[in-house]
């Protein structure tokens, strides 16, 4: 596995990656940092993690930076399930827990789901912006937690044009 501390708008943001695949990207002064290496690498020997950092570069420089590349956040089979879809929530959009809860229903072809199981499956997202939890909200729109910190979830919605309610 490779390592990338790199600088951001929302703080420092450790990417990992392994196997050709992006691992994580987490928040280092978020709710669940990550245990960095004691001499951090700041630039990308991965191809992977220089791939990833320029998707960030575009994405906070507030453009759509399209596909990401590839991910393998690993979890459960229920996480993957639910952070697959949201990969599908595009750029600038939001849905809500519910709504995330009735889709995988719906795909898994039965007539409820858990809207708070769904949640912790979302605050479990080992790849934060590339599987963007930051785009679920509350009912009616509202802000909810966030593992980076609710200033950031702020932030990233803004960014992405995204209205809420406080």
């Not at 399930?81 to 990969?87: C, D, N, S």
């Amino acid at each position: 596995m490779s390592g990338l501390l790199l600088k951001s708008p929302v703080g420092p943001l450790w990417l990992t990656a392994a196997d050709g695949a992006l691992t994580g990207c987490w928040f280092v002064e978020g709710r669940f940092p990550p245990r960095l290496p004691a001499d951090p690498p700041r630039r990308a020997d991965d191809p992977v993690l220089a791939d990833a950092a320029r998707w960030l570069q575009v994405y906070f420089s507030g453009r759509d930076p399209g596909p990401t590349p590839p991910l393998a956040a690993g979890g459960t089979p229920f996480q993957g399930e639910v952070w697959r879809l949201l990969t599908g929530i595009p750029w600038g959009q939001a849905v809500s827990y519910g709504q995330l809860a009735e889709r995988l229903a719906a795909a898994r072809g039965v007539s409820k789901m858990s809207a708070r199981a769904v949640g912790g499956a979302v605050g479990r997202n080992p790849v934060s912006i590339f599987i963007p939890c930051h785009r679920v909200l509350g009912a009616d729109g509202r802000l909810t937690g966030y593992g980076g910190g609710l200033e950031n979830k702020v932030f990233l919605l803004r960014l992405e044009g995204i209205p809420f309610r406080p």
